[in-house]
């Protein structure tokens, strides 16, 4: 099968009423998270985006969805630059967001996974 | 001695006694904490010479408090009177004693409480007189304090603080019984006089204004052990609560001089925590206290790191790091270590990755000139551009290191206290920054300069970009056009306080723009708020400060803001006040000639001939 640049992945089931658990911790510290609107400005000013592919819209997706697998790695590529709270239309605090998400998987460990 | 003798000096005694166990257990706590390089640093700095200088700043900062002389006068006459004057009713205590007694040393309650043992006792002898009026004028001298102190609680605007420091309930009690402390010296020696004769001109004259019966002689009594009481509480309670300082600055200031640092260092962080006096002007300096969700300042931080039960993390991260509290405390608690220390303890074991950045085909081309510009350099295009259009009119052999692919200095990761991702990103940005084998560094961010001289090490010189420009105006090599725009420079926080670059931009601009000639003071620079050590505030406050501190800087004819710094540069525009440029725009501006520098130099030299 010819390289087209991106993959498939499995089927998901996900419920949009209801939200993961580690999004509702997340969102308790930084409410501001709420306002996201996957726009894409903090990904595409990204640091760690241009080289690992993970930006910040995609580890709120993730952690919406609650892909924590995908979501644990993508975060340890995050070099906590800040550009995107600079960029980001909605004002989102999102490097607490993160830091947050960093300690959420380190207080839970593997149970979340 | 008789047992009302002993009912008398037993408070007294029993608290000094506590005072002292407590102390010792501490300091040699605390001392023992310390890591084995520093303790050998302070045991080499107890020369002759520097115990002499430190014995001097102790005189002068402990008793005398001329730091804050040179910030609130009100204020220091306040601390002064009480600290000094709390000094010299000892001193002089002790020597009318010894006077009267003929022993040097003698206990310490008989001193204290000398005029009690002394009071059925013929005054003789005009320098034994002068001691009552001398003792007289010290106790009027500290009561004049004490009477500010219990002003300011009611006013503290009238001293030059903005804000009251809230006190907690320890700080309450102790500064009660202190309170306490000096009146019923007063009243027990008024009585004293009142009923037994002599006294000074204050405590005397008092006396003989009242005329009780002999048979109420006992109220003199319960006075002196009022004072007693007062004295002994004050002891006990010492130890927990912010008068700790009293003792603690000595160490603290010995420690300083010996050039410890509390940064990763537990027992230094508890001799300068402790040393803390909470005087409340720190949270004058701090520019976060205009805002009224924030509660990070570093006087409640410190405050609450003595307390058992220790810093919330709300409270540890909501700081912009400015450094702005560290500057003016005048006890010089280095805040900003002792609140690094707490971010790493507490975020340091956090995981990360950056294997991605291990690009070892990668390499930068060879140039002499390395130019870094920083995350926050990538979101102002126009300073690279800028600083490109230099580097070509000067014929510099330059290359632009994350011109394409950016990468962080890791000071970020730093300031949120996961260290060894900082110094797992450091290995990487060290090395491809040194890939292109530079002869000198050049970054136009004051938060990756600061980096670099802290903890990179580059074997070659790294300065700011405004350092390169005006040792290009100083080689006679200017821009020849001046404009009269009227502009006011700021100070970045890092490029200020941190590394002490304050000359070389203000030269830099005061050849291409008309720069206000601001009365300004090293170390007093404003913040714009935006700083990246502050994980908790939203954009919104941000915003606040940042307007705060455009309208503190400006004049009402003010028509640019420059600034050296990209953050800066970024905050101070969201509000839309006034125009914000780089020193570096405003520099390639200037260049109104297109031929390289070198051409033009030649030309003129061609037309003068």
Known sequence: MPDFGFGIHDDLMIDHDRLSLAYEAVLEEVPSISGCISCGSCSGTCVSSFQSGAGFRKLVMLLKNGSYEQLQQALDYCQFCGKCSLVCPRGINTRRAILEMRKQFKKQGDDMV | ?609
């Open chain 2, 1 to 609: 001695m008789t047992w009302f003798n002993v009912i008398l000096i037993l408070p007294f005694t029993l608290g000094l006694f506590i005072l002292l166990a407590v102390l010792s257990v501490n300091y040699y706590q605390w001392f023992r904490a310390l890591n084995p390089r520093n303790k050998l640093r302070l045991w080499k700095s107890l020369s002759r010479k520097e115990i002499l200088s430190s014995i001097t700043e102790i005189f002068r900062e402990c008793l005398l408090h001329l730091r804050i002389y040179h910030q609130k006068r009100r204020l220091w006459y306040m601390h002064m009177s009480l600290a000094f004057g709390w000094f010299l009713l000892i001193v002089v205590g002790h020597v009318e004693s010894v006077f009267n007694t003929g022993h040097i040393l003698s206990s310490p309650w008989k001193s204290v409480f000398f005029d009690y043992f002394s009071r059925s006792q013929e005054v003789t002898g005009w320098h034994l007189q002068g001691f009552n009026h001398l003792m007289d004028l010290i106790l009027l001298f500290i009561l004049s304090g004490l009477f500010l102190a219990f002003y300011k609680r009611i006013n503290s605007r009238s001293f030059g603080l903005k804000r009251r420091p809230l006190h907690n309930p320890h700080d309450r009690i102790a500064m009660l019984f202190l309170w306490f402390i000096f009146p019923m010296r007063f009243i027990a020696e008024t009585l004293n006089h009142a009923f037994y004769g002599g006294g000074g001109f204050m405590t005397g004259f008092f006396g003989n204004l009242l005329t009780l019966p002999d048979n109420l002689n006992y109220l003199s009594d319960i006075a002196w052990i009022g004072y007693s009481i007062s004295l002994g509480g004050f002891f006990v309670v010492l130890p927990w609560s912010r008068y700790m300082h009293i003792l603690t600055e000595v160490p603290h200031i010995l420690l300083k001089n010996a050039h410890v640092q509390a940064y990763q260092d537990k027992g230094c962080t508890e001799f300068s925590i402790h040393a803390c006096s909470s005087c409340g002007i720190c949270l004058d300096s701090c520019q976060m206290t205009n805002l009224d969700s924030c509660n990070g300042q570093s006087y409640y931080f410190i405050r609450k790191l003595r307390e058992l039960s220790g810093v919330s993390e709300n409270r540890m991260m909501n700081c912009l790091m400015c450094g702005r509290c560290s500057n003016d405390c005048p006890v010089q608690v280095d805040t900003l270590s002792i609140r690094m220390n707490e971010r790493i303890r507490m975020n340091d074991d956090l995981a990360f990755d950056y294997s991605y950045l291990d690009q070892p085909g990668k390499k930068v081309p060879r140039a002499r000139i390395a130019f870094f510009g920083g995350c926050m350099t990538q979101l102002v295009p126009g300073v690279k551009a800028s600083m490109k259009k230099i580097f070509d009119f000067y014929e510099e052999d330059h290359v632009m290191i994350d011109e394409t692919e950016s990468i962080c200095c890791g000071r970020p990761l730093f300031l949120s206290g996961q260290k060894k991702a900082y110094f797992e990103i450091m290995k990487y940005t060290r090395e491809r920054i040194l890939s292109c084998k530079p002869d000198l560094i050049i970054t136009s961010c004051p938060i990756c300069l600061t980096t670099f001289r802290n903890h990179y090490f580059f074997p070659v010189p790294v300065i700011h970009h405004t350092q390169y420009l005006e040792s290009m105006i100083s080689q006679g090599l200017l821009p020849p056009g001046q404009s009269d725009i009227k502009t006011v420079y700021h100070d970045p926080c890092e490029l200020g306080r941190y590394l002490g670059i304050y000359s070389e931009p203000r030269r830099v601009l005061r050849n291409i723009v008309q720069l206000q000639n601001k009365a300004y003071k090293q170390n007093q620079g404003l913040c714009c708020g935006g700083s990246i050590a502050d994980l908790e505030m939203d954009f919104e406050e941000k915003r606040s400060i940042a307007e705060d501190a455009i309208q503190q800087l400006i004049y009402p004819d003010t028509r640019l803001l420059a600034t050296a710094c990209p953050l800066c540069k970024i905050t101070f525009a969201t509000p839309n006040i006034i125009p914000v440029r780089d020193v570096a725009e405003l520099y390639a501006e200037a260049l109104t000639v297109t031929i390289p520098a070198r051409e033009m130099a030649a030309k003129e030299a061609f037309l003068q001939n």
